[in-house]
């Protein structure tokens, strides 16, 4: 036979493939304050994976059409939209209470509301309730592999708003929600057998999806603030190549606000000294935060006040967030994961990542050959209600509704457990953010501390609330390092989607369990 | 510092970790003839990545509120679908032409469209045109990494029904798309350095994708009739292990429909001995078939018949199309790549996958901790267009309508390449599927062909259209080896999006470009 057959090696050697820095793919929106420097150079971070994609052939032919709009196209193989059987899509949102309502510092619940009819066309038909100009037409085609323009200038704006980046080549692209973000941002720095840091406890999906590509995770104890940055320079400062056999880690994945499973919130402080550490180090930072806009006033119990504090304007809500590992970043090695799931709903499958142009850049060709772009129709309908119908401020002022929404149920379960929970042998902190409170139970209160482990007194905890029909999840469950010892009993217990009366039942029943457990 | 750090070696060393053989997730619906058999044992064919997932241990808490709906969780972390601020979303889809529209086998264009409005609300209002048991709550919420299990009953009724998989253990699972479903498949098969099996053109994005994944490409020439089983024979029969440092490809790729971008679409026959060598030989096959629907009737000049023959009935139609290599499949070693995006619309980011149940139970962990699920919007709007507008037959009719609509286009492209192409030094193929035209040209007949190599014409042939202001894609920019020589010259020309009298024009261009290179 001829040996006609294209056989080409692309990879072997396996070896570092050259890279090619890259510019920024475009200005940021709007920055709020002019930025003072671009980002330091950390192409170095990036994975041999991630190295070897290469920008298609086939999108040179788009810029010739760009430069040149009268030239005559037999080259997209795009479906024809006049075959799109999708004629209209339309939506009704709610539309948060405005900042007025909330003058007096008071939660009065979401009786002001009304709602708002956007519709999309192939044809630009409107209605009398409202109109969009996001041409449906274009939301069914394909799409670039930054998503939407539109929707990304208003996040972009949103991000400038919010987080301040203090360097001047950020950008934003958009995901499939932060699960699909993690694996994208991942596989950009994560070589198989590298170590990579989280929290001790991690959702168990993040590992889950870290163990196919092979890293080492070092978890980092976790206090009633979050990852202790002492033990994390520790680690660092004393890492030994040799012990360890493998370099000290670049990358830190964590969920600085309302931490799943632990509930923590890092502080300022202690936020600042942690990105010292980054810098000092030279790591990539993961900064996954889906729960930032659910931060919550101080837990008073409701024997005690009767409402909810909000902020009275935006300018005092967004002061109270704490910073974020974006807004302290100088260097650009922050990779920051946002998310509609906690704020909008989960089944948009749509989010967005910020970071360095060199890093966004990447991501881009990933997107390219994976998911390419995030569900036209879900953009149509994010687009429509966060520019047409809300805009950036109504957009805050929904983040404060929610929060305080979130408060109440928080409250309601402090509440319960204040009043269920036997105080001799369980412990918690109020959380400051997000949808879960970690329980701390004693284990040497426990009748037979001695005989079982802390991981039999939990299972045994968690076979009798079962009994008593109540599921909570038992903290080993979450443990980064699943075969370790436990150093307490721990469980999680989420407030976010449970009905107020099941709340207190489910508590009252889990604060039987334990006391039946505990003989008290 | 305490050393508990729970530092952990998920993966050192890198070896092939245990994989335990997965049940079926569900047995497939309404098989339309009882399979005789299960899938072969296949499992060995799963990369090390792959057999690295496993399953969350959050999934067990699930199965307890499952078996006793009674018991109150306080586990799953999900939002209150109470404060989704996405209140009702509407669609109206066209109506595709019933059966009996077409009983004299004439195609009479769009004019009996009818509109059907969906709607889905969070408190499941319905309107005067119809109404949508779909729960928006639901579709707004986190899904299962199957996707909605209502649009995948549909979507596995479809599969049955045209490509009636012989054996019992298929399953189907969601995907975001085509390009998404190859990343998964591509990931769950190959380990790098392993050889893979194309054909010799194939889209670039695809070559793209596989580029950081490592394998090394074998393109297997393509004629008119596509990827030429003789010489996948010879490749296979003939390895030498030594030669090729590596082992014989056990994964193969193919666009068999209408293939990208040579247009060809494999006959039965040949079909079958591809089948037949990759039983033999051991290879998983991933059939990409965008196109299966767009299948055409033999191309007949505009001048001789003025009507677009339909098939008269959805049998008839059923039987004419070319039988998939899933249908042929009795091993399970096909994975089908089925996608929404040429039959309804791109913007959608769904499709499916179907193959034996050890692979989807694999892609199904993958999903979980990637993209999770497709939009939920979009497989609202799917549902309710699918099952709730259309029905399976009425999908038949949609698919029937769209294949006559392309057969037009690519009529028109043909009529005008009939017209104006200079016959001395063109050829082509009437694509008998699919969007694309594929049209070479003369190297031996070009002036300067001792002076240009072939690549080097169809430079200088390119940039004549573009200065013609015509764009046209060169062969070379679809060759799975981008380096290697070219047997001949090529142009790629798409009639899918592109208005008649645009396609007449540019190829009219096209024609005096290569009347003054060919000096004709």
Redesign the interface.
Known sequence: ??P?????????P?SEPAFDTVSALSAPTKPMSAPVSVAVELSHHIST??R???Q???KM?SS??TR?P????????????A????????????M?EPESSRADGKWKGDGLRK?FTMEYSKTKQCTELGRSEYDLSR?????QGTGSRKLLDFLKEHTARIHKPQYSDWDCIMS??N??A??TVFRMLIN??E?VIME?FA????V??????????????VDAEGMRAD?LE??LE?WDEVA??GKRPHVMYMVPTGQ?PTGATIGSERREKIYALASKFDLVIVEDDPYYFLQMPAYVPHATIDYVPVPRTNEEFQAALVPSMLSLDTDGRVLRLDSF??V???????GWITGAAVFIERIL?HN???????????MA?LHG?LTEAWGQEMYLN?LVN?RA??TV?RDVMLDAMEENLPKEVTSWVAPAAG??VWIELSYDRHPRHGTLSREEVEQELFEAA?AS?????PGT?F???Y??PS?SVFF???????AQE??R???A??GDVLRRAYEI
Chains 1, 2 share one sequence.
């Open positions: 036979m001829s006609h057959d294209g056989s080409q090696s692309i990879s072997e396996v994976e991630s070897l994609r290469q298609s052939r086939l032919a010739f059409l040149d009268s030239i005559l196209s037999l080259a997209a193989g795009l479906p024809s939209p075959l799109f059987p999708i004629e209209q899509v339309a939506a009704r949102v709610a948060p709602n939301a069914l085609q394909y799409e499939g929600g699960t699909h993690m694996e198989p057998g170590y001790e959702f168990p999906e993040t889950d999806g870290l163990r196919p590509l092979r890293p080492r995770l070092i978890g980092i104890d033990l520790d680690i004393n360890r056999e799943n799931s906690k909008i709903a989960p089944g948009t499958r749509c060709r390219e050959v994976g998911l390419q772009f995030p569900s036209g129709i879900s309908v209600m929904w929610l929404e979130y149920r949808m879960f079962i029909k109540v599921l909570i999840m469950w443990k980064v390092d075969s370790g150093r999680r217990a989420t407030f976010a989607a449970v099941d709340v039942e489910a508590i029943r889990f």
